[in-house]
C-alpha cells in the first residue's frame, strides 16, 4: 500500500469538522503531514502521527495497532506525546515551529501546526551548495538560540538538520519536527532516532541522549551548511575514516568558525560546547573564555557601551588639546 493511499483524502473532516484537509504537504518516517482549512478559513498544518509498521485500516480510517502492541502499552504511547507537545507548546519562541492542538482520533493523534511558508535549508543546499560563513552564523545563531530554550524546558530535540531547518518566507528561522513524534514511536531516550550523518555516535549506539546531541547535530548542520556536503558518519570516524575540516573544504571558511564546528562534533560528548549557546558564539568568533559566559539567549555586548567609550576617548582627547 503506498503512502499517499494511507494518508487520508483530500476533503476529510477532523476534530468534529474543526478542520478539514486540503491536501497531503509530505511524509515523515512518523507521520504525515496535511495543509487543512480551520472552520473560519485560516491555514494550519495538521500532522497525523502513526507508529512504524501501522496500517490504515480501509474501513473506518483507524491505524491497526498491532505494532504499537508488539513494543509499548498505547495509553503510554499517547501520555509521552502528550507530554512532549505540553512542553513544545510552552517554548512560545520565534524561532521554534508553534504547535496548536493535540487530539486523538482515527486510532492515533494529531497535532495542529502553524502553517510555514518558505524553504527548508536541506533543499537550498541541495539546489545551491554550500552558504557562505555570515549566512551559516546567522542559521546557527537562531537555531542554537530555539535548541537553548527547549534545552532549558529540559526537551532535546534529536534530529536537528537541515530538513529541519526553515528560512520562512516572513523572514523568520525555524527549527522544525520536535520529539512529539519520536516519543510517540519510540520507547525511551535511548532508542536511536535521527538521520545518520548528523547524529551523535552515542545516538547512534542507543546510548543515554542528553543536550549534547543536539550540539552535534547542530554542528553538522552548519558542516554542511558551510561545505555544501554533510559530515562523515561518527560511526565512519569511529572506525579511523578522518573528517576534513570545514576550511580544508571550503578555504573561505574562517579558522574560528571552522574550529568551533569541529569542535561541536567531537566524538566524545563532554569534548564538546557546554551549550549550543556557546557553540554559537564560537562559531561568530568569540573567544572561547567569553564565549562560554555568554546568556543562554546569546545576548551580548549591550548597544550603548560603545557610545560611552567614545565619548569617554573624545573627553581625554579634548583635554589633551587643552579645552
Not at 538560540?145 to 523568520?172: E, F, I, Q, W, Y
Request: glycine share 10%; hydrophobic share 45%.
Amino acid at each position: 500500500m503506498n503512502a499517499v493511499a494511507q494518508s487520508l483524502a483530500p476533503e476529510s473532516r477532523l476534530q468534529g469538522g474543526a478542520y478539514r484537509v486540503v491536501d497531503l504537504l509530505g511524509q515523515g518516517g512518523f507521520s504525515f503531514v496535511y495543509r487543512a482549512l480551520t472552520r473560519d478559513g485560516h491555514e494550519v498544518a495538521i500532522k497525523e502521527l502513526f507508529p512504524p509498521e501501522a496500517r490504515r485500516k480501509t474501513f473506518l480510517g483507524l491505524w491497526t495497532r498491532q505494532a504499537v502492541r508488539k513494543t509499548r502499552d498505547w495509553g503510554e504511547l499517547t501520555r509521552r506525546a502528550r507530554a512532549e507537545f505540553a512542553l513544545v507548546q510552552s517554548l512560545k519562541h520565534p524561532n521554534v515551529v508553534r504547535v496548536l492542538e493535540l487530539f486523538e482520533e482515527n486510532g492515533t493523534l494529531y497535532i495542529v501546526m502553524e502553517l510555514l511558508r518558505g524553504t527548508t535549508l536541506h533543499q537550498h543546499l541541495v539546489k545551491h551548495g554550500g552558504l557562505g560563513e555570515a549566512d551559516a552564523v546567522v542559521i546557527g545563531t537562531a537555531v542554537g538560540s530555539a535548541l537553548a530554550a527547549a534545552h532549558a524546558k529540559g526537551v532535546v530535540h534529536r534530529d536537528v538538520k537541515p530538513g529541519n531547518v526553515m528560512t520562512c518566507d516572513d523572514g523568520r528561522i525555524v527549527l522544525l519536527d520536535f520529539g512529539i513524534a519520536k516519543s510517540f514511536a519510540r520507547s525511551d531516550a535511548r532508542s536511536q532516532v535521527g538521520t545518520e550523518a548528523y547524529m551523535a555516535p552515542e545516538q547512534v549506539r542507543g546510548l543515554v541522549q542528553t543536550a549534547a546531541v543536539d550540539i552535534y547535530g547542530l554542528g553538522a548542520t552548519i558542516y554542511h551548511t558551510l561545505t555544501g556536503r554533510p559530515p562523515v558518519r561518527a560511526e565512519d570516524r569511529r572506525t579511523g575514516t578522518r573528517l576534513p575540516t570545514p576550511t580544508e573544504l571550503a578555504p573561505h571558511v574562517g579558522l574560528a568558525a571552522s574550529n568551533a564546528v569541529m569542535r561541536a562534533l567531537a566524538l566524545n560528548p563532554s569534548a564538546r560546547q557546554a551549550t549550543v549557546m556557546t557553540f554559537a558564539e564560537e562559531l561568530r568568533g568569540v573567544p572561547r573564555a567569553l564565549a562560554a559566559q555568554a546568556p543562554a539567549r546569546g545576548a551580548g555586548w549591550s548597544w550603548w557601551k560603545p557610545l560611552v567609550i567614545v565619548a569617554i576617548l573624545a573627553l581625554f582627547a579634548l583635554a589633551a588639546r587643552g579645552w
